[in-house]
Structure formats: C-alpha cells, structure tokens
C-alpha cells in the first residue's frame, strides 16, 4: 500500500468515527418531552403538576412567582423578584430544564415518567 494510499484509508476512518462520535453526542444529549413540572421553594418539592394541564400557580412563599402551564410549556409569567431572570428565562418543556428563581428560592423543573403516586406522596404535605 502506498503512503499516500494509506493516508486516504486512515483520513476515511478518522471521519467515521467522528461522525459515529457526533451521532451518539446527540442521542446522550437529546433531551426528552417532560410529562411534569415540579414546583420546589427553599430546596423542598412543594407542588408536581401535569404539564399537559394548563394553570396557573401563585407561588408565595418568600415573593411572588407566577407559573403558567400552557400548551405543554412552563414558564413564569409574572414575578415581584428585583432580578426577573425567572421572567426573563422564557419556557420550559424537556426534561431537565429548569427556572430558577434566586431571590425567591424558587425552582420549577421539568421531570418525565414520574409515576403519579410515587411524585405525589413524595410531595404531599
Ligand atoms: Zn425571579
């Protein structure tokens, strides 16, 4: 085999396994469609909604947040927080995305396949 020839052959195999590198990069990173929102204040889960209602939610433990669920997305609509980076984070609908409101402890997080019993007497009061 020549150099040059050999060079080709391990040019190929070098692309091949990066594209077989790129494609499992994607499927560990893919995320899935959420089927919950957990509200969490001060690091305790608080409320487990559906995302596939729609409401809206006053959480007012140390401010106000309001959480909206609407067309399978999660988002705060409205915030008496100084920062509003809960506002401003815009929507949520995969698993393992999540709001943060700092100044109010607050967190919501998408979460999938959460049996209903088991994420409602995790959080039941
Ligand atoms: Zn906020």
Redesign the pocket.
Known sequence: MSAKKFIAKFGLFLCLIGIGLFILFLTITQKNDGTHVIVSVNGKDIECFELAKDITYDIDTYGL?RLTIKDGYAWIDT?D?P?????NFGKISKSGESIV?L??KVVIRIESNISDKEGLDAIAK
């Not at 920062?83 to 506002?87: E, F, N, Q, R, T």
């Open positions: 947040n915030a927080c920062d509003k980076l809960c506002v409101c100044p109010h």
